[in-house]
């Protein structure tokens, strides 16, 4: 019998033919490309032997676009033309950043951040395309060859308009993305391949900007994510601002030189580095006015400044091991990943909460970039003697709104990628035509307190009596967590959907505020809810009862009908405040006292059905 080879449409690789593909981890503060050679993952180095590459990004005076190292060598004494940390900005807007210690210009805009620059306005998106073009060539250089495609890392965290955002980054450098992949994901691949290990795993990835954690299911071909949760803006700069601000605050200084703060930020950051294996580092600087700064900082001081951020990591592992329904006896081993994870106090807080030393072995800094590589690999359709599978998951519910105000889940957290669900609804009201479908995204049980992703209007519902339609909803999301939905009227077969692609203005932030939320608000949003379905409930039958009426009131007899009023009357003063108990209780009441006047509505009802037609017709 013969095999047949199964590859993605014109991705099938002849037997001698190995297909040029990387991973790319686009980081905060570096950025690294990997690839797979004879079987092994590694990080391609430059011409001068340099693997990472600083995420800056100069416009220069003579036209010129510099990337990397030449390009942070020019941050302070050019810092407005000189963009770093993009990866903080990519797919925000001002409203969602803290630009008070950011030396450059922005564009207003309602959507996409723009910074003024020699070359004019630049987006996050740009400057991103800029280091990824960079990566680029740095591999087709060293490949000898154009590359079939890249896979690149994101935090788990980053909402649609942060993914699509950094999509668009890719194919602005000519990059074909073969998949968006989690970094903490990457991670695991990298650990799980190279350690051929089994079992649950805490993957911790303190980076330059963002902080994310994810709990890992390992066994021999499967990668399966349980549950991710993390901080989209806490990482490594957040720890040398701190220092950055002790050392102002310890000589009383206030910097108003753009280039006195870069000067600075960059001796915090070295510090910083510099205790990781010593005791103690020293910092000297001479400022623009010709201050002469000079301080010592020990470890210790280092670690009691800082140790607030160290906290704030811990309580999404708390919560991810909680989603994950795993309890720290269960992991494993704990992987770090980050160059932030090299911090001497971060190390010990996580051996300290899980009671184990996490492992190491692998460079924290190309880890990621590792696990992509060898992803990418697969994805390009290479042969492998171990073929293995990864499954990642949605990090936050993804639903629609529903009569009330209510959010209707219909892909919950922690969903296996991809996924599509469907879910049938119907009309509220007679003779509705058309639909408005709402998708929101969140944890909480109001529309209210969830984020809006996109809207669109299901038109061509054939009239009829509230309940009867029936319009099917459908979520799909793709492997790089982008949602697309459709609906559609199952007798006539019209339908509409969307693929959504949010604007880039959302603030991403809000996503970890969600989780919180949805556990410090769950008391209130279950009574919200509840109340929210009994006033849908209350109003239905309100008018259903007030329509009957209207046609056939004669059934009843005047005391019969002055109690249907008093119950209709009860049951209207409660609407507004009532409580949910009591908002059923009335309905109840209405509906009991209504009982015998539906029984003769449907007695006249088949009367007149049957009215003047022979038993032959019948």
Not at 219 to 231: D, I, M, R, Y
Not at 384 to 397: G, N
């Amino acid at each position: 019998m013969a095999l047949l080879q199964i590859a993605e449409p014109g991705m099938a690789a002849a037997p001698h033919q190995h297909r040029l593909a990387v991973g790319i981890d686009l980081g905060t503060t570096n950025s690294l490309v990997a690839t797979v050679k004879s079987g092994s993952a590694v990080c391609l180095a430059d011409a001068a032997g340099a693997v990472s590459l600083p995420s800056v990004v100069r416009y220069a005076e003579n036209g010129e676009t510099v990337v990397g190292a030449a390009a942070l060598a020019m941050q302070k004494r050019d810092p407005a033309h000189t963009i770093s940390s993009a990866k903080r900005l990519i797919g925000r807007s001002l409203d969602d950043i803290d630009t008070a210690h950011l030396p450059y210009r922005f564009s207003p805009s309602e959507q996409i951040i723009g910074i003024h620059t020699r070359h004019g306005i630049k987006t996050p998106i740009e400057v991103s395309a800029a280091i990824l073009d960079s990566l680029r060539e740095r591999a087709e250089a060293a490949l000898g060859g154009n590359l079939v495609g890249a896979v690149i890392t994101v935090p788990a965290y980053f909402d649609d308009a942060q993914r699509q955002a950094t999509k668009d980054a890719a194919r602005l450098a000519g990059i074909n993305v073969l998949r968006l992949l989690n970094e903490p994901t990457a991670a695991a691949i990298a650990y799980g391949l190279d350690n051929v290990s089994e079992g649950t795993f805490v993957v911790y990835d303190l980076g330059g900007g963002t902080f994310d954690v994810s709990v890992l299911k390992l066994s021999k071909g499967l990668f399966e994510v349980k549950a991710t949760n993390g901080h989209s803006a806490l990482g490594g700069d957040d720890f040398d601002h701190r220092l950055f601000c002790h050392l102002l605050e310890s000589k009383n200084l206030s910097l108003t030189d753009d280039g006195d703060v870069q000067l600075l930020m960059g001796l915090a950051r070295q510090a910083k580095e510099t205790l990781s294996e010593a005791d103690e580092a020293s910092v000297r600087a001479e400022l623009h006015d010709g201050t002469l700064l000079e301080a010592r900082i020990s470890r210790s001081e280092f670690h009691a400044m800082t140790q607030h951020l160290v906290a704030k990591t811990i309580e999404p592992v708390k919560q991810a091991l909680k989603d994950a329904d795993v309890s720290k006896a269960d992991i494993k081993g704990v992987i770090l990943v980050g160059g932030a994870t090299r911090m001497l106090h971060v190390r010990q807080a996580v051996a300290t909460f899980f009671g184990q030393t996490p492992l190491t072995n692998l460079n924290p800094d190309q880890v990621v970039a590792l696990g992509a590589a060898m992803q990418a690999d697969v994805l390009a359709g290479n042969k492998h003697e171990d073929e293995w599978l990864l499954l990642d998951v949605t990090p936050l519910s993804l639903g629609l709104e529903t009569y009330g105000g209510l959010a209707e889940r219909i892909i919950p957290r922690n969903s296996t990628l991809p996924t599509a669900r469907a879910q049938e609804f119907t009309t509220f009201k007679d003779g509705q035509t058309a639909m408005t479908v709402h998708v929101v995204q969140g944890e909480r049980e109001l529309v209210a307190d969830c984020r809006s992703l996109a809207k669109f209007t299901l038109r061509g519902i054939p009239p009829m009596v509230a309940g009867a339609a029936r319009i099917r909803i459908t979520f799909q999301v793709d492997a790089d967590g982008l949602l697309s939905v459709s609906a559609r009227e199952q007798t006539t077969g019209v339908q509409a959907q969307i693929e959504v692609k949010p604007s880039y203005g959302l603030d991403d932030a809000a996503i970890t505020q969600m989780l919180q939320d949805s556990l410090s608000h769950a008391k209130d949003d279950a009574a919200a809810r509840a109340r929210a379905e009994a006033q849908v409930e209350a109003e239905g039958l309100l008018a259903a009862v007030r329509g009957a009426l209207a046609l056939d009131a004669d059934l009843l007899n005047e005391q019969e009908l002055a109690e249907v009023n008093r119950h209709l009357d009860a049951l209207e003063n409660a609407l507004p405040e009532a409580a949910a108990d009591v908002l059923r209780a009335q309905t109840q009441a209405l509906a009991q006292a209504t009982d015998t006047f539906a029984a003769r509505r449907m007695d006249r009802n088949i009367q007149r059905a049957l009215q003047g037609k022979a038993i032959g017709e019948l």
